[in-house]
């Protein structure tokens, strides 16, 4: 079975921190996203990459930045945490043929205080 | 982005009853998935739908790609305490491969 792994499951931060959420896929799939869940908004896009070194923006890219430096690794980076921020971050992977859903890490619970 | 439409928005029955939830969408899709998050966890897909029409059924569940392509429906049978989740839509137009996503719909099967 593919295996998306989010290296934390909770995290505190205080507001101003940089904070890195990281997600390692171990089926060699191109595609990489990281989402934020919130109650009553669903599934939200931030990021996404379809190749190592590659980036889109998603649907709210504001105050985060990834990174892609192997394939089987996509970091997201809060750059200066804020409140707004405490959400579930949830990380998924797909291979580029079309017909395949997404596979889904376990998610991190980020606090800001 | 574009989001869909899932109805409702959290349901609350007794163990046994029979369960529906859709979602609609204003443009076209080629791709219809259905996902079920538990408590805690990430989603895990249930369901996946490609041609119009389809109805597809995995145990207890059946899903089905509406004719116009821009709706599908989610139908749970007898339903367990272990069907207690939120359930999450998922769409895909023909231009890409991104998944939009609906709201989602938070079940709670009472014993």
């Known amino acids: 079975d593919v295996k998306v792994t989010q290296s934390s499951r909770y995290l505190v931060k205080r507001t101003g921190e940089k904070v890195f959420l990281e997600c390692v896929q171990d089926?060699?799939?191109?595609?990489m996203f990281w989402y934020r869940q919130d109650p009553g908004l669903g599934l939200r896009l931030i990021y996404f990459s379809y190749d190592v070194k590659m980036k889109e923006k998603g649907d709210i890219p504001e105050g985060y930045s990834v990174s892609r430096e192997k394939k089987e690794r996509f970091s997201l980076i809060l750059e200066s945490a804020s409140t707004n921020q405490t959400s579930m971050y949830l990380c998924?992977?797909?291979?580029?043929?079309?017909?395949?859903?997404?596979?889904f890490g376990s998610g991190t619970r980020l606090t800001v205080v | 982005g574009q989001q869909l439409n899932q109805s409702p928005q959290s349901m609350f029955i007794q163990e046994g009853e029979d369960v529906s939830m859709n979602c609609t969408s204003s443009s076209i899709f080629n791709t219809w998935l259905w996902y079920k998050q538990d408590p805690g966890e990430g989603p895990v897909l249930l369901i996946a739908?490609?041609?119009?029409?389809e109805l597809t059924s995995n145990g207890r569940l059946t899903a089905q790609f509406g004719i116009t392509r821009k709706d599908s429906f989610l139908n749970i049978s007898a339903s367990i305490p272990s069907d207690v989740g939120i359930y999450f839509c998922?769409?895909?137009?023909?231009?890409?491969?991104?998944?939009?996503f609906g709201e989602g719909t938070q079940l709670t099967v009472n014993p």
């Open positions: 998922a769409g895909r137009e023909t231009s890409g491969s991104r998944l939009t």
């Open positions: 089926m060699d799939h191109e595609n």
């Open positions: 998924a992977s797909k291979p580029t043929a079309t017909l395949y859903g997404y596979t």
């Open positions: 739908l490609y041609k119009a029409g």
